[in-house]
């Protein structure tokens, strides 16, 4: 049957409806394109306003930073001012005679200067490791108050106040006035540890990247080799610690200069960041006493030793003399039974020096600060304060889990060693055991577990180093 016949108009109408359905859906697609495009854009806008908000923001507060700068040091200024005219008022009072006697200072004079200077470490160095039946913690343990935190201490003090805190009363070795006299030491390691301290984040970061690895390489390759690593400069408080090192213990050994230069640089940069995680870093016999509550001069906070950093406290001006300093350093002795190339291990990818777990064990221990007989013999009040040096046998413990750790890792020579495959176990013998874990040298693993070795008090004053026990 033959289709009906549509209208002239019907096919036209249709396509024309088609092709508007089409444009149509082409006018809807490129609308929610272009609202797509509109929406991205608006987003990067947005971010991109947050993100000029945020570097205002910054500028601002480094504004207002550096207007604070500027108001402290004009402060600084004010106060030196006012310091140098209270110093010269001081020195013309203290050439009228005084009833008073050399060892009192005026009560008054002692809360104006409560505003104290930072200080610096004293503590010398030599060879040798001892046996010392000195542990200030049995005796002090049951009367001893808590540790005196940093921040209850430390205050920044106005620059060209007087270092020397109390000053001396009369002519003293380390009064100002000492024209044509040799420097005094004393006076001269509070000075340069009492400058203040600008560090910026920048500054900051580098003080941590050259924690580990300064004290070693300025002790094995000198100085000059650190500043060459520190890109020609050293940050300040490194330039203080070099300071003092070339000041006070040149004459020390490098076991001594490395064990004063570590802790030194802990305490300074416990008094920069004055954190439980910095505090913790220290030994708790570094921590200040409630003595050092009272004003007294900065570099006192140095010494290791609790006793002597209060006897300085009340009599410094009885040792402030350059024979202390120079009887100081020649019989300083930290108790170090190995040679000084067992105190620090080296990374062989990035140069990098660090202080080996055992030697920093040795120095957090209080018994290992010594002093030979010298230095008693001098000043015989100093044996209720700090452990005698004993050169006849070698003790003090070092603990198991950080002699895992030092010195043994990149010994190829253990691979050798025919005990070594075979899981060999010398005898045990107490107290003190050298032990290690597996260590894969070559490919293969060359020591047990835990290999014990000859303990450290059975006289073996002949071997000179941690390679030679460990090869007995």
């Given at each position: 049957?033959?289709?009906?016949?549509?209208?002239?108009?019907?096919?036209?109408a249709?396509?024309?409806?088609?092709?508007?359905?089409?444009?149509?859906?082409?006018?809807?697609?490129?609308?929610?394109?272009?609202?797509?495009?509109?929406?991205?854009?608006?987003?990067?806008?947005v971010?991109?306003?947050?993100?000029?908000?945020?570097?205002?923001?910054?500028?601002?507060?480094?504004?207002?930073?550096?207007?604070?700068?500027?108001?402290?040091?004009?402060a600084?200024?004010?106060?030196?001012?006012?310091?140098?005219?209270?110093?010269?008022?001081?020195?013309?009072?203290?050439?009228?005679?005084?009833?008073?006697g050399?060892?009192?200072?005026?009560q008054?004079?002692?809360?104006?200067?409560?505003?104290?200077?930072?200080?610096?470490e004293?503590?010398?160095?030599?060879?040798?490791?001892?046996?010392?039946?000195?542990?200030?913690?049995?005796?002090?343990?049951?009367?001893?108050?808590?540790?005196?935190l940093?921040?209850?201490?430390?205050?920044?003090?106005?620059?060209?106040?007087?270092?020397i805190?109390?000053?001396?009363?009369?002519?003293?070795?380390?009064?100002?006035?000492?024209?044509?006299?040799?420097?005094?030491?004393?006076?001269?390691?509070?000075?340069?540890?009492?400058?203040?301290?600008?560090?910026?984040?920048?500054?900051?970061?580098k003080?941590?990247?050259?924690?580990?690895?300064?004290?070693?390489r300025?002790?094995?390759?000198?100085?000059?080799?650190?500043?060459?690593?520190?890109?020609?400069?050293?940050?300040?408080?490194?330039?203080?610690?070099?300071?003092?090192?070339?000041?006070?213990?040149?004459?020390?050994?490098?076991?001594?200069?490395?064990?004063?230069?570590?802790?030194?640089?802990?305490?300074?940069?416990?008094?920069?960041?004055?954190?439980?995680?910095?505090?913790?870093?220290l030994?708790?016999?570094?921590l200040?006493?409630?003595?050092?509550?009272?004003?007294?001069?900065?570099?006192?906070?140095?010494?290791?030793?609790?006793?002597?950093?209060?006897?300085?406290?009340?009599?410094?001006?009885?040792?402030?003399?350059?024979?202390?300093?120079?009887?100081?350093?020649?019989?300083?002795?930290?108790?170090?039974?190995?040679?000084?190339?067992?105190?620090?291990?080296?990374?062989?990818?990035?140069?990098?020096?660090?202080?080996?777990?055992?030697?920093?064990?040795?120095?957090?221990?209080?018994?290992?600060?010594?002093?030979?007989?010298?230095?008693?013999?001098?000043?015989?009040?100093?044996?209720?304060?700090?452990?005698?040096?004993?050169?006849?046998?070698?003790?003090?413990?070092?603990?198991?889990?950080?002699?895992?750790?030092?010195?043994?890792?990149?010994?190829?020579?253990?691979?050798?060693?025919?005990?070594?495959?075979?899981?060999?176990?010398?005898?045990?013998?107490?107290?003190?055991?050298?032990?290690?874990?597996?260590?894969?040298?070559?490919?293969?693993?060359?020591?047990?577990?835990?290999?014990?070795?000859?303990?450290?008090?059975?006289?073996?004053?002949?071997?000179?180093?941690l390679?030679?026990?460990?090869?007995?």
């Amino acid at each position: 049957m033959p289709s009906p016949l549509r209208p002239p108009g019907a096919s036209t109408a249709a396509a024309r409806r088609a092709k508007k359905r089409e444009q149509d859906r082409r006018c809807q697609r490129l609308a929610r394109e272009r609202t797509k495009n509109r929406i991205s854009y608006l987003e990067g806008l947005v971010a991109e306003l947050r993100q000029e908000g945020t570097n205002q923001q910054l500028q601002a507060l480094w504004k207002q930073c550096d207007e604070l700068v500027a108001e402290r040091d004009a402060a600084i200024q004010s106060l030196a001012t006012i310091e140098r005219s209270i110093v010269s008022y001081r020195q013309t009072a203290l050439r009228t005679p005084s009833s008073r006697g050399p060892r009192e200072f005026d009560q008054n004079q002692s809360a104006a200067l409560q505003s104290r200077r930072p200080t610096a470490e004293i503590v010398p160095n030599t060879e040798a490791a001892v046996e010392v039946e000195y542990d200030p913690s049995d005796s002090m343990a049951a009367m001893s108050p808590p540790p005196v935190l940093a921040s209850e201490v430390h205050q920044n003090p106005p620059m060209g106040q007087e270092t020397i805190i109390p000053a001396p009363l009369g002519a003293c070795h380390c009064s100002q006035d000492t024209s044509g006299a040799p420097v005094n030491l004393w006076r001269a390691a509070n000075e340069i540890l009492s400058e203040p301290l600008q560090l910026s984040f920048s500054l900051m970061d580098k003080e941590n990247s050259l924690e580990h690895d300064a004290p070693v390489r300025a002790v094995v390759e000198g100085w000059d080799s650190l500043v060459n690593t520190a890109g020609g400069k050293l940050p300040p408080s490194w330039e203080k610690l070099r300071q003092i090192d070339e000041l006070l213990f040149s004459r020390c050994g490098n076991v001594e200069r490395l064990a004063i230069l570590r802790l030194m640089n802990e305490l300074c940069r416990y008094h920069q960041d004055q954190s439980l995680e910095r505090q913790a870093m220290l030994p708790s016999w570094y921590l200040a006493r409630p003595s050092q509550k009272i004003a007294h001069s900065y570099a006192i906070d140095y010494f290791s030793w609790p006793g002597l950093r209060e006897r300085f406290i009340f009599e410094q001006h009885r040792y402030c003399t350059n024979r202390f300093w120079r009887t100081f350093s020649d019989n300083l002795r930290i108790l170090w039974p190995f040679e000084f190339r067992d105190c620090f291990s080296r990374n062989v990818h990035t140069g990098q020096y660090s202080i080996s777990p055992a030697f920093q064990e040795r120095i957090d221990d209080i018994r290992s600060w010594t002093m030979s007989s010298d230095m008693f013999n001098a000043w015989p009040e100093f044996l209720a304060d700090i452990p005698v040096y004993n050169p006849i046998c070698l003790s003090l413990p070092i603990s198991r889990s950080h002699l895992k750790r030092p010195v043994l890792q990149n010994r190829e020579w253990l691979a050798d060693r025919p005990e070594a495959e075979g899981g060999h176990t010398v005898p045990e013998a107490e107290p003190w055991l050298v032990t290690t874990e597996h260590y894969t040298v070559a490919g293969r693993t060359t020591v047990d577990a835990e290999t014990p070795c000859m303990p450290l008090d059975t006289g073996f004053e002949g071997l000179g180093s941690l390679d030679d026990l460990l090869l007995l």
